[in-house]
């Protein structure tokens, strides 16, 4: 909240004038109590990471500290590796999305699809920044929990972000990738512009089903 807000919220509220000082400090100490909250509960994943193998020894955590300080942490549970290795397509979308907290960080995730097309998640991690560097890492620790080394079969979607391409090919050499529609549609709107008729087209040729289809699709596009 900006201290102006502060300050409007208490007089609405309590009819009470506080001045701008005030309540700039009542916000420092607010945001102390905050941050505090974040550092105890980073204090606890040692303990969080324990129950979690003790509960169930088949899942996988991965708690990596640098100099006693939080850095990486990679979680996999039984029940969601082997759902996804008994009933759902060897296709897996990779992204990552930027964590709001205090004191930032990334969360990686990987997500399968079930047999009724919905999402199923598979492990996701907490790590300092998404980069080629922290992708492989959280794809080797995938491909133990696949019982993969190479990635023949898979198939693998992301957002085409340079790091993420880099590491599935390094870690999944014999894997698929597949670049999510969204984001291509995305690239092409800021070369080409937008408006509902290029949508629309755009749409028609990512779901053709079939070569012939897909090569209409594409000429019908560039009579647009």
């Known amino acids: 909240m900006r201290v102006q807000d502060i300050q409007e919220t208490i007089w609405l509220e309590k009819g009470i004038r506080v001045s701008k000082d005030k309540a700039a400090r009542a916000r420092r100490r607010g945001q102390a109590l905050i941050v505090g909250e974040y550092k105890e509960q980073y204090a606890l994943l040692p303990r969080y990471a324990a129950e979690i193998l003790r509960s169930n020894p088949g899942n996988t955590v991965k708690l990596k500290l640098d100099a006693n300080v939080f850095d990486r942490l ?125 949508r629309k087209q755009f749409w028609t040729i990512a779901k053709s089903n079939t070569v012939n289809h897909f090569n209409e699709n594409i000429e019908v596009m560039r009579g647009i």
């Not at 930027?98 to 097309?117: E, I, M, Y």
């Not at 790590?127 to 079969?153: P, R």
């Not at 979607?157 to 870690?171: I, T």
């Open 74 to 198: 990679y979680l996999c549970f039984e029940a969601l590796r082997k759902g996804f290795l008994a009933g759902c397509r060897p296709f897996i979308s990779l992204d990552g999305c930027f964590l709001k907290g205090p004191f930032g960080g990334q969360l990686l995730v990987a997500v399968g699809r079930d047999g009724n097309n919905q999402m199923f998640p598979l492990a996701w991690a907490v790590c300092e920044v998404e980069s080629t560097d922290t992708w492989s890492w959280f794809l080797e620790l995938l491909a133990t929990d696949l019982g993969t080394s190479e990635g023949a079969g898979y198939t693998f979607m992301s957002d085409q972000q340079k790091g993420l391409l880099a590491a599935v090919s390094n870690v999944f050499p014999q894997a698929e990738s597949r670049v999510c529609a969204r984001h291509v549609y995305c690239n092409f709107r800021g070369v080409f512009g937008g408006g509902l008729e290029y």
